[in-house]
């Protein structure tokens, strides 16, 4: 069974950084393309980042570029994505999805495997 597990959403003040884990098990790591998403009450799901671990290819939303990195631990089968100069609008519950390729792809309903999602607040 394919599991994503996601943890380390808080709250940080603006300015500050927080850290989302994203545990992957039931599947070859390296198989798969592993993005984190996050959703607003209201708004549509945004693609934020994308991670290919097999072809060490990375994507991000515009709007993090150069404050969110994401990365992966294929000893741990998992995928962290540090954010860093966090504002009010990048609080949302985010969350972790999977699906089995080579390339990064944003489109929310190209992905088989979702996590349960972590809140993300951040305090102005």
């Known amino acids: 069974e394919v599991r994503l597990v996601e943890s380390g959403g808080g709250l940080a003040q603006a300015g500050g950084s927080l850290r989302l884990s994203c545990a992957a098990s039931?599947?070859?790591?390296?198989?798969?393309?592993i993005a984190w998403f996050r959703q607003v009450p209201g708004k549509e799901r945004e693609a934020v980042s994308c991670?290919?671990?097999?072809?060490?290819?990375?994507d991000y939303l515009d709007s993090v570029k150069g404050r969110f990195t994401i990365s992966s631990d294929r000893s741990k089968s998992t995928v962290y994505l540090q954010m860093n100069n966090l504002t009010p609008d990048d609080a949302a519950v985010y969350y972790c999805?999977?699906?089995?390729?080579?390339?990064?792809?944003?489109?929310?309903?190209?992905?088989?495997?979702w996590g349960q999602g972590t809140q993300v607040t951040v305090s102005s």
């Open positions: 999805a999977a699906v089995s390729g080579p390339f990064c792809v944003r489109g929310d309903i190209l992905y088989t495997h």
């Open positions: 039931g599947f070859t790591f390296g198989d798969y393309v």
């Open positions: 991670i290919s671990e097999e072809y060490g290819s990375k």
